[in-house]
């Protein structure tokens, strides 16, 4: 025990002032942690260190400050927000507007992606409040959105049908499902329409929930309708069918009342609607001339119609005119056509022209093939003998091959056959040469028929005239006996390249071609004879063992002695002529024949029966024994 | 002119047709627009709307809303825009009384400045004609006037609705004063 009491003394001798220091301290951390833990005494106390750490501009002592405060802005403005939300809102309103721009312009896809849902909100709130002023806001640009489109569309159907415009050919059945197509319209209605018409009887242009008229113009031609009555009933028909056949929470649209022949034709804007009563079917140009109106009309400025208290006389002047012009206008079948012509025109002359161009070009193609196997089959026939072939024509038709021309043999007919068909295995050959199995010109053959005669010529008893005429061959005259005569004829008929031969060759005696013609009761030469009467003469002469008979012939007018008389001088005149041109007077005989002469072919002709004819005859009657 | 909606309204078989009918004077078809629920006509009032004497017209389009069992679903659509409404009771029927008031809301539901007049009809039925309780009515907000008509003898027609009309005027700023 009393070791333990000093060791205590010892300990507080040792110790006391440590332990009066440890209270000491104990005091003041008591001290400082109450300071601490009161936040008005410990920002006094910090408050200068911190002014003094900013007014330092320390970027480390910032960053940590930074660093120290960020992760606290978040709740403070929350925490300050829930204390007081209309101060905060106040303070933050001057920036916001601002704040939105600058993220937009900083980041803006980001910043689309963040407003996207609140404006599809927005609008849907917006519509939910003040529909119809939506609706008007909206009306000028979706009727020109959905007339774009469209007329896009449009495009592109009228690009498709172009390329396959070549399989259909029938003009008015494309034009028809042109237009069937694009409208949706059944062909058969097409045709239907476009013989008819339409015709705007009125217009009320009539406030959409009080049913009011705001304005009318009706044609002065029919018989008045009621505008209020009308335009009120309209609007509960409206109104009742609107409510009765929503589409989801989407109110649907009547558009149309039929009744008799006429239509009422809705056209519904926010805060009114038009509606225009036709006589007819509503044509295109109708239904486009009054979304127009009702177009304008919602452009109009002030507020008169959507606000519409009844008084009409506030309604700007512009809208009744407006509805007298829809009125007046004309929306007829013309009107459709007018509007569409380019098309059509187009449609048709582009058909019409392939109508044209498409038989024309198969036409020129195959002219154009044909002509090319033509010199092809030709030059190939030519090359393999131009000599023989020279004559030779192709001609190709289609798929038919024809050739014309003369060879010379029935060997080069065939050969020039052969050729045109290794040159054109497609082809039916018809081949149309003719073959001259003699290779005789005309001319070459009158020099060698007058030649054979010249020969023949020289035998007695043998007078031979040869004449080439049209190809034909005739030979006429005397032959001294029938074996020799029939001789004579074989001779000319198988004569290479004659292709007919007529024989005037007689035996006996032989009347010579040449007459002599005389004047009415007169004996007396002609001067015109004397070519005639020298032909005789050379023929006489050529023929010096032939006898020559001169008969004088007359006509049948006057007494018979006197004709004689006549034919007998006739006669006798030409043997004294012929005498003194060197005839032998013993080789003539002469003979009046009253009468004309016997040629039963010959038409009895008085001034062809005065004449004096020659025969050649053989042998002589004088060598007779 | 000024055009003015004013819709019809009651129980079945309180006189509504026949009111609008004597008021009209045949001027309408009689055709009713059974399925849509709602008959139209229309009256031409000339009204001296100012101290300088100037006559207004005011067009009357009266929707003569069909009255059914449950004459309270009639379509809000049906009285949009209307600028006044004549509330329709059978005196001789109290059931159609109790119904007044509710008309009353039901219109001025969809028309918060719209006018009302209460038509108290058939009174030729009774045998004496006690003066409504009018307090009552014109407490109402928008309620101008409560009246006993009839149908049958004219009686009362056209003071209701020439003192709707002036009301409307009023409002519309072409009547001065009443």
Known sequence: MAASSELQQLRDLLLAPEVITLQTLKRELAAVQQLVQDPEQFAKLIDPILAELIRREDPAVSLAILKAVTPLLDRAVRDKTDQDRSAMTHALAPVSTGAIAVHYAETPESAAQDMAPLVSAAIKEQIRRERDAFIDALYPVIGSTISKYLSETMNMLVQRMNERIESHLSLGSIVRKLRSRITGVSEAELLMRDSLWCRVDAAFLIHKSSGLVIAQSQNPGVPPLDPDLLSGMLTAIRSLFNESMTEGDRPRELDQIAYGESKIVLEVAGFFYLAAVVRGVPTDSFRSKLRETVSEIVQLPGETIAHFEGDQARIPDRVPRLLQELVQGTYGSADRTKRRTPYGVLWAGAILLLAIAIPLGIYLYRNAADRELETRTRDAILAADSLSFKQVVVRVDRDRMQLYGTVSNDHQWTVAARLAGLHSPAAEIENRLTTLNAPLLPVLLKGQAEAIGATLNTIEGVYLDVRLHNGDLVVSGLAPDAVTLHRIEQTFANLPGVRSFRSGITHGEFEIADRLLFAHNSTMLRPGTRAGLEQVKTIAQRTPWSALRIIGHSDLTGEDLVNQRLALGRATGVRAALIRAGIAPDRIIVEGSPGPPPDASMPRIDSLSRCVRFMLIFPRPTDQP | ?178
């Open chain 2, 1 to 178: 002119m000024i055009l003015a909606k004013v819709c019809v309204l009651g129980e079945v078989s309180v006189g509504k047709t026949s009111l609008i009918r004597r008021y009209v004077d045949r001027a309408f078809s009689d055709e009713y627009l059974s399925t849509v629920g709602v008959k139209i006509s229309r009256k031409l009032l000339h009204l001296a709307s100012s101290p300088t004497g100037n006559e207004t017209d005011l067009q009357f389009v009266l929707w003569d809303l069909e009255g059914g069992r449950n004459s309270l679903d009639i379509s809000a659509t049906y009285l949009k825009g209307a600028r006044g409404a004549i509330v329709v009771g059978d005196v001789t029927r109290s059931s159609t009384m109790e119904g007044l008031q509710g008309h009353i809301v039901r219109f001025r539901d969809v028309n918060p400045t719209g006018r009302v007049v209460i038509a108290l009809n058939k009174v030729d039925l009774l045998a004496e004609v006690n003066e409504p309780p009018a307090d009552h009515w014109t407490d109402s907000p928008g309620v101008l006037a409560l009246m006993s008509t009839s149908a049958k003898t004219g009686s009362g027609v056209d003071e209701l609705f020439t003192a709707l009309g002036m009301s409307i005027l009023q409002d519309t700023g072409h009547a001065s004063d009443l």
